[in-house]
């Protein structure tokens, strides 16, 4: 199918867009440009002729930011540390995903450290937050997210439209992950994509996940997610990315005994792209 050009697009889609981009652009010109203007202008006429309070008031500001920066960091360290739940635990994963990662991205570039080793490092932080943070669940309320690519690329049945089209021959993993849906009663979804893996997550409402994935999907898939838990399983590629990849059942199943309120009913569903994909 030949993807059509901007100009085959509606005029009115077309100039909406155009506006909203050169609007927000302006704007984040103008914010800029007027913060490094006071970068200049501030120590130019000095803050006692500003006025008298001016330098106080700053440095009320910079050390109440300060302190925020200390109680954020100590506490975080100290949540991974000691892996016990500690007051404002959410809001520490919640500053790992949105503040601290960005910067261990933009750091590692200066230092030369590979994009890799931080995801991994972030998702181990990301599932010792988790697990001091979650509490248990009914089976009904947690989803087992996996990536397409744990089914074996030579078999013919469509389990991305439907998982129960598995005839759980055991070539791959699917068969053991729909043990262990029918042993729990989790949520079970198998997800082409991001885009996917969000309307599984809408439609299903879970308040926890486990994911399976390779790092890159899973660090963005923590970012997307958020506030809900997610832990983290990083698939095993013996073949490479995206092809015949394997998951660790035995980890999974551990993780399910942790989560899962063994005294609630077992009603969970399974998921696909197919089912997911339908208004």
Same mark, same amino acid.
């Given at each position: 199918m030949? &993807?059509g050009?901007? $100009?085959?697009?509606?005029r009115s !889609?077309?100039?909406?867009?155009?506006?909203?981009?050169? @609007?927000?652009i302006?704007i984040?010109? $103008?914010v800029i440009?007027?913060?490094l203007a006071?970068?200049?202008l501030?120590?130019y006429i000095?803050?006692?002729n500003?006025?008298? %309070?001016?330098k106080?008031v700053?440095?009320a500001v910079v050390?109440g930011l &300060?302190?925020?920066?200390?109680v954020a960091y100590w506490?975080?360290? $100290?949540?991974?540390? +000691? *892996?016990?739940?500690?007051? @404002?635990?959410?809001r520490?994963?919640?500053?790992?995903? *949105?503040?601290?990662?960005?910067?261990?991205v933009?750091l #590692?570039r !200066?230092?030369? &450290?590979? *994009?890799?080793l931080i995801?991994?490092?972030f998702i181990?932080?990301n599932?010792?937050?988790?697990l001091?943070?979650a509490?248990?669940?009914?089976?009904?309320?947690i989803?087992?997210l996996m990536p397409?690519? $744990?089914?074996?690329?030579?078999?013919?049945?469509?389990?991305?439209?439907?998982?129960?089209?598995?005839?759980?021959?055991?070539k791959?993993?699917?068969? #053991?992950l729909l043990d262990l849906h029918?042993?729990y009663?989790?949520n079970?979804?198998?997800a +082409?994509?991001?885009? &996917?893996?969000?309307r599984?997550v809408?439609?299903l409402?879970p308040?926890l996940?486990?994911?399976?994935?390779?790092?890159?999907?899973? %660090? %963005?898939?923590i970012?997307?997610?958020y506030?809900?838990?997610?832990y983290?399983?990083l698939n095993?590629?013996?073949h490479?990315?995206?092809?015949?990849?394997?998951v =660790?059942?035995?980890? !999974?199943e551990?993780?399910l =005994?942790?989560?899962?309120?063994p005294?609630k009913?077992k009603d #969970?569903?399974?998921i =696909? +792209?197919?089912?997911?994909?339908?208004?």
């Amino acid at each position: 199918m030949q &993807i059509g050009t901007p $100009l085959d697009q509606p005029r009115s !889609v077309h100039r909406a867009r155009k506006r909203l981009f050169i @609007g927000l652009i302006s704007i984040a010109c $103008l914010v800029i440009c007027l913060f490094l203007a006071l970068l200049w202008l501030v120590p130019y006429i000095g803050l006692d002729n500003i006025h008298p %309070s001016a330098k106080w008031v700053l440095g009320a500001v910079v050390v109440g930011l &300060i302190g925020l920066v200390c109680v954020a960091y100590w506490g975080l360290f $100290l949540n991974i540390v +000691t *892996k016990k739940p500690l007051p @404002g635990a959410r809001r520490f994963r919640g500053l790992t995903i *949105k503040l601290f990662l960005p910067l261990m991205v933009l750091l #590692g570039r !200066v230092f030369g &450290i590979e *994009k890799e080793l931080i995801r991994l490092s972030f998702i181990s932080v990301n599932n010792d937050l988790v697990l001091a943070e979650a509490g248990r669940y009914a089976p009904k309320e947690i989803l087992l997210l996996m990536p397409h690519c $744990l089914q074996n690329s030579k078999c013919d049945r469509r389990l991305t439209y439907d998982i129960n089209n598995c005839v759980r021959c055991g070539k791959c993993s699917m068969a #053991g992950l729909l043990d262990l849906h029918d042993k729990y009663g989790v949520n079970l979804a198998i997800a +082409t994509g991001g885009t &996917i893996a969000r309307r599984i997550v809408v439609q299903l409402r879970p308040k926890l996940i486990i994911a399976v994935a390779c790092h890159r999907d899973l %660090s %963005s898939g923590i970012q997307d997610t958020y506030p809900l838990p997610v832990y983290g399983v990083l698939n095993e590629r013996p073949h490479g990315p995206c092809l015949d990849t394997t998951v =660790s059942l035995p980890i !999974v199943e551990k993780m399910l =005994s942790r989560f899962i309120d063994p005294n609630k009913a077992k009603d #969970g569903r399974t998921i =696909s +792209t197919g089912e997911a994909a339908r208004p």
